[in-house]
């Protein structure tokens, strides 16, 4: 079953950062479609290492608590990834 996961990204000192709320998978960038970029390829590699080690997402563990919080908050963007 494919599970949904949260994505918020935050502009921090200039720098624009994707972050995944239920697993702890973040990239950055110069804008937020390029940080969004950045996590998508990141993210698609964690699942694929994952299902190649016979192992689920979910191992990584959640994204620092403080990320949950803002995530009603200082966000840029909010989407969802599916693994």
Known sequence: MAE???????????VFVAQ???????AQGKSAEEAMA??????NAEVREAKENGRSLM???????AFAMMYGSKVVERTALVA
């Open 20 to 26: 995944c709320l239920e697993v702890d998978i973040a």
């Open 4 to 14: 949904q996961i949260r994505v918020i990204v935050l502009q921090d000192d200039g």
């Open 38 to 43: 950045r996590l998508k390829l990141a993210f």
């Open 59 to 65: 191992d990584l563990g959640p994204a620092p608590e």
